[in-house]
């Protein structure tokens, strides 16, 4: 498996957009479950986003569920977390993760983690 690149993060006000990206450089994702984590300033690790192979629909954090979205273009190599009305709380290094060697649902994944992490991407939601 090839690095993660992840793009797109920034300083962003409240209520507006962004989006992340995570591009495997010098790999395939086909066949991975995907996903996004964060970590805030003095917060835990928090999964945010999946989709897995074994389910036929993304998962989300209830903190995140109606405002982000998951999506994957496999040709592309990439993968995306859009984020709109985003808040305070939102800001976060942001994590593109994968994993492949034995696929679980997005509950799992969410709680646990996966076994691949990109280097991370800071995300600053503040006016």
């Known amino acids: 498996q090839g690095q993660f690149v992840e793009s797109g993060g920034g300083l962003v006000q409240p209520g507006g957009s962004l989006r992340l990206s995570c591009e495997v450089s010098?790999?395939?994702?086909?066949?991975?479950?995907i996903g996004w984590f964060r970590q805030g300033p003095g917060k835990e690790r928090e999964g945010v986003a999946c989709i897995s192979t074994r389910e036929l629909y993304p998962q989300y954090a209830d903190s995140v569920r109606g405002r982000f979205t998951i999506s994957r273009d496999n040709a592309k190599k990439t993968w995306y977390l859009e984020m709109s009305g985003l808040k305070s709380e939102d800001s976060a290094v942001y994590y593109c993760?994968?994993?492949?060697?034995?696929?679980?649902?997005?509950?799992?994944?969410?709680?646990?983690?996966?076994?691949?992490w990109g280097k991370g991407i800071p995300v600053t939601v503040s006016s």
């Open positions: 010098g790999g395939t994702l086909d066949g991975y479950d």
């Open positions: 993760t994968a994993d492949r060697g034995n696929p679980q649902r997005c509950t799992f994944y969410l709680a646990f983690g996966m076994s691949l």
